[in-house]
């Protein structure tokens, strides 16, 4: 049964929380209160992962404050002219390894697979309360890996998240206000497979 909702249609029954759930860049720069950043962390923290080796970490600063500025200039121009609005900034790294005491540190092949989860969780919950939070890849890497304290032998730097409430697209600079709207999605046909993958085309 198709279901909509936030301008989008699934072709499947699911909740609407899945179609709820989008990434705008339009924020009112309010305070979020602690208790509802804690929230959004603890349902991260509910992800399922590898032996339960939980290797997602989040890196985060509430705007104006003095940890702010040196995770903001880890983004590309086109982000900050938009996450400068938004009331929480945070990166979510992922331990590359697999540590257990007395042992030598062996690679955990799914952790970037696990923060994945981790990022959705937050991510969904946010929507949930009232707010919202928006993935980045662009970031400037080798910067974060320094601002972050975080080596790159141990950690891979996943995204930078933007998290606000959510604002009408007039806030916006006047380049980025048309996008400002829910996304679609290819059809579940072109990704899933009964027993092989169809040859790349
Ligand atoms: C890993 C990752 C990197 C992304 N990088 C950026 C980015 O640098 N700047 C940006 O504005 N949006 C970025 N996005 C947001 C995506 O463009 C967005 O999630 C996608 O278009 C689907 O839209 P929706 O999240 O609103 O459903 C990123 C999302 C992910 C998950």
């Known amino acids: 049964m198709a279901i909509t909702s936030n301008t989008r249609t699934a072709a ?15 924020f009112n720069g309010e305070p979020i209160p602690q208790e509802v950043v ?27 404050t003095p940890q702010w500025e040196p995770l903001f200039h880890c983004l590309m121009d086109m982000n900050q002219a938009w996450v400068a609005q938004a009331s929480i900034l945070a990166f979510i790294l992922s331990d ?12 955990n092949r799914s952790h970037s697979f696990d923060a994945g989860a ?38 891979r730097i996943e995204a930078a998240i933007a998290i606000g409430r959510p604002a009408d697209a007039s806030v916006l600079p006047e380049s980025y206000r048309a996008r ?7 059809p579940v046909e072109s990704f899933v497979f009964e027993g092989r993958v169809s040859a790349l085309t």
């Not at 609407?16 to 705008?24: E, Q, T």
């Not at 949930?128 to 928006?134: C, F, K, P, T």
Request: hydrophobic share 40%; net charge positive; glycine share 6%.
């Open 38 to 64: 804690m929230s959004m962390f603890e349902a991260a923290r509910w992800a399922p992962s590898a032996i339960n080796i939980q290797p997602w970490r989040f890196v985060y600063a509430h705007r104006n």
């Open 12 to 26: 499947h029954d699911i909740d609407p929380v899945f179609l709820n759930r989008w990434s705008p860049r339009a």
């Open 180 to 186: 400002e709207a829910p996304s679609g999605r290819q």
């Open 118 to 155: 981790a990022w959705a969780y937050l991510a969904l919950q946010a929507n949930h309360l009232g707010w919202a939070a928006h993935a980045m890849g662009g970031f400037h890497v080798e910067k974060a890996h320094t601002a972050l304290n975080a080596p790159e032998a141990d950690y």
């Open 96 to 107: 590359r390894h697999r540590r257990k005491p007395g042992a030598e540190p062996s690679e």
